[in-house]
């Protein structure tokens, strides 16, 4: 067993919550700490409070994993005389890191809104409002014959799946035709001479971030000094990302019978439903958090319930005039299932990795509203 440095763990949640999937406006990522510090015991809590670090510290946590950003707003001083100051500085006395997935681990599958999918039974979720795709590109390559199996080895991690099917690539036979220049060192030919060599062309679709980690492999597997290739744009789309989800209820119920079950399986303190209790339910769009501006989404998708939090007046009028039915269950309680979530990914990561890391959930926080 190995223990893992802070850059180890960057890795794992960037398989996770791929950074690139969150919005421009937000800061995701290593927010404090060193990447080299070794890390034998994990804290997954929702918001980076003083709640949170104290509570990390306390029980030698060298790394605290959040979903709410430590660092948003770009900070021009760090000064124990206001609050993000003061727990940066605790934390970096401590040797505690900082990673927040924020709207990475929102729009990621199984991220906030795949859990709270699953905790509502909400099946078959689909992104409620499309932000990308996977975007790919075809690379083309020419290899001598004997070492196509090589090169394909070699690029397996890079390639792209197609549906539920990996390492697909096409080979097809042809003619590689070459002059070696002086200076050339070639693997076959002759410097001066025109040289034909009987080659394979191979074809496999990258996703567009695999593009150079592709190439370098190839390079590095392929015999030739200089290898001939080409990288294609393609309009083909991988699986859809986006904000919220939309999915079925099982069965169809009332709002009325759904906005109970939401508090019990949220455990939220109370929740507050726009429309008619009686209205039939079964197609059902969420977003953890903060999710009304997805509202006309919603209703453009034939939801007959939107479950979010943090909703105000004018929405829940657009909500009326739409016909929308709204649960509002609070920020907190929408969100708070990503730290058993993100907390199991975790454990299931640095277990296939063979870190000796424990990854432990911090129990302490509460939804900041008390109901009367
Ligand atoms: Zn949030």
Redesign the pocket.
Known sequence: MITPRVSDIVGITNKIAPAELAESWDNVGLQLGDPAGQVSRIMVA?DPGGDAVQAAVETGCQLLVT??PFIFSPLKKISAADETGRLAIKALKNDLSIISL?TNY?IAQGG?NDLLAARLGVEGALPLKVTGGDEYVKLALFVPHGFEERLLQALSPFMAPIGSYRDCSFQGDGIGRFTPMAGANPFVGEVGLGHQEKESRLELLLPKERISGAVAAMKGAHPYEEPAYDLYPVLNRGALRGLGRIGLLAEATSAGEFARTVKERLAASGVRLVGEPGRRVRKVALC???GASLLREAARKGADLLVT?DVKYHEAREAEALGVAVLDAG?FAT?WPMVQGLASALRRALEAKRFETEVVEFQGEREPFSFW
């Open positions: 929702l979903h709410h924020h929102d906030v953890g958090g903060s939090g920020h969100e």
